[in-house]
């Protein structure tokens, strides 16, 4: 089922830092929120539906597994989505090699230039990395970019190659801040120097988020659910209008890139601790030409049960750009977990890719 959630009110989706009264002062909102954020909320709402006994461990496993195993859950998304009538249009984060095309308004893809051509230019990139991403000619990438989405038409027109207009995040959502102050629970007065700041994500009208859940039966058309901090609600609607996935050039072309649509994690950090192989099937190689990439995500949070924070891991953000090329045919494996490039948590998100050719 595809599912479109909408604010009843106001968001707050933290970010993987730690906020502890006196240790830090300010939290600040993702959107969308990590897909470990709303399998939560999927997964409390399915113990509604098949009227589980929340005091009964043994029951919440067999419904929808335990902290480390989802069980039957497949989860794609969330991605920020409008209303537009029957269904709804999804929107994804400016690709990290995209660069505006003079005033025009648009985007366009940096292009890879081997390393050796660039001898002047002082880079981060490792040995192994073949190419570097370089502006087309009369292309300004000097300057920072804005807070832009593609709509998923958009996007698949950059995946092609194609010039894409992007949406300003500001016509999506707005990000609201609140002041607040810590009290001692033994006097309920306010505590000294336990001033903190909030940031709450209020969506635009008609503006949501899209998730896809398979596994799980009997939900109802709509409903309400508990979603992110401070125990906000969403209502959801089921879509009539599924909307599916791209799916992946089967095989893939001699030259593609992976665009990352949610976080994905690695044990090598940016890159598998291995090799690539593990996510690529068929007669011959696959090699990794060159990265555009915005530093790093941390993803946490908190165990309810120990009373203690997650283990903190960094993940490749959404919106990271890798150009690979294929030496004879290849194709995504199909024995992936959600079709997911990623090493952990695939079963409720993390890794989405859509592959383009360049």
Do not use: C
């Not at 089922?1 to 009264?21: I, K, N, Q, S, T």
């Not at 496993?61 to 409008?82: H, I």
């Not at 690539?276 to 993803?299: D, N, P």
């Amino acid at each position: 089922m595809e599912l479109f959630l909408e604010a009843v009110d106001v968001w707050l989706f933290r970010d993987g830092r730690p906020f502890d009264a006196g240790a830090d002062h300010r939290a600040i909102s993702m959107f969308p929120p990590y897909p470990s954020v709303v399998q939560g909320a999927i997964r409390s709402y399915h113990l509604v539906v098949r009227g589980v006994d929340w005091r009964s461990p043994q029951a919440i496993a067999e419904a929808v597994g335990t902290a480390d195993n989802f069980g039957s859950l497949r989860m794609r998304g969330p991605f920020v989505a409008r209303n537009e009538g029957d269904t709804v249009g999804r929107y994804f984060p400016l690709p990290a090699d995209a660069v505006p095309d003079g005033e025009s308004k648009l985007y366009r893809p940096l292009h890879p230039r081997p390393l050796g051509e660039t001898p002047r230019v002082r880079v981060s990139a490792p040995p192994d990395l073949a190419a570097l991403l370089w502006p087309p000619t009369g292309v300004d990438s000097g300057r920072d970019q804005p807070d832009q989405w593609l709509h998923e038409d958009e996007l698949l027109k950059y995946l092609r190659g194609e010039p894409a207009a992007a949406t300003a995040g500001h016509t999506l959502f707005a990000r609201e801040h609140r002041t607040g102050v810590s009290l001692d629970s033994a006097t309920r007065t306010a505590g000294e120097g336990l001033l903190y700041h909030v940031e709450f994500i209020r969506p635009q009208p008609g503006v949501g988020l899209w998730v896809e859940v398979n596994g799980y039966e009997g939900w109802p058309a709509e409903g309400l659910v508990s979603l992110g901090g401070e125990g906000r609600s969403a209502r959801f609607r089921r879509l009539r209008t599924p909307l599916g996935w791209p799916a992946p050039p089967d095989p893939l072309p001699q030259r593609f890139k992976v665009y990352f649509a949610t976080p994905a994690y690695f044990g090598g950090g940016w890159r598998p601790r291995g090799s690539w192989a593990s996510f690529f099937t068929g007669a011959g190689t696959v090699t990794l030409q060159a990265v555009a990439l915005r530093g790093y995500e941390t993803v946490g949070g908190f165990d309810l049960a120990g009373n203690r924070p997650k283990p903190a891991r960094r993940y490749v953000p959404a919106g990271s750009v890798y150009y690979f090329t294929v030496d004879g045919q290849m194709r995504l494996n199909p024995n992936l977990l959600n079709g997911a490039i990623t090493e952990l948590w695939p079963e409720v998100g993390f890794g989405q890719v859509i592959i383009g050719e360049w």
